[in-house]
């Protein structure tokens, strides 16, 4: 697999107040598929649009429960907020 450096990937979180869930995104140029819609980020969790950068398409996953866990723990113990 060649390495693209027009791909990256990231934890970011939902916005939303319902859901909040921490999930992993991968960044793809848009070129590289038509089955996506670019700029577009849907949250695995509740399915909410997020829009990112429109020369790009985004693949979110959920994250594994441990890395969910994780990701949170190092979250709370960082910054406090309610
Ligand atoms: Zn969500």
């Given at each position: 697999m060649?390495?693209?450096p027009n791909q990256s990937h990231g934890i970011e979180r939902c916005p939303s107040m319902l859901c909040g869930r921490?999930?992993?995104?991968?960044?793809?140029?848009?070129?590289l598929s038509a089955r996506t819609t670019?700029?577009?980020?849907?949250c695995p969790h509740c399915g909410l649009l997020i829009s990112g950068p429109?020369?790009?398409?985004?693949?979110?996953?959920?994250l594994l429960p441990s890395e969910e866990v994780a990701f949170?723990?190092?979250e709370t113990t960082g910054t406090a907020q309610t």
């Open positions: 060649p390495n693209n921490p999930f992993q995104v991968n960044r793809f140029q848009a070129s670019p700029g577009q980020i849907t429109s020369d790009s398409i985004f693949l979110a996953h959920a949170l723990a190092k």
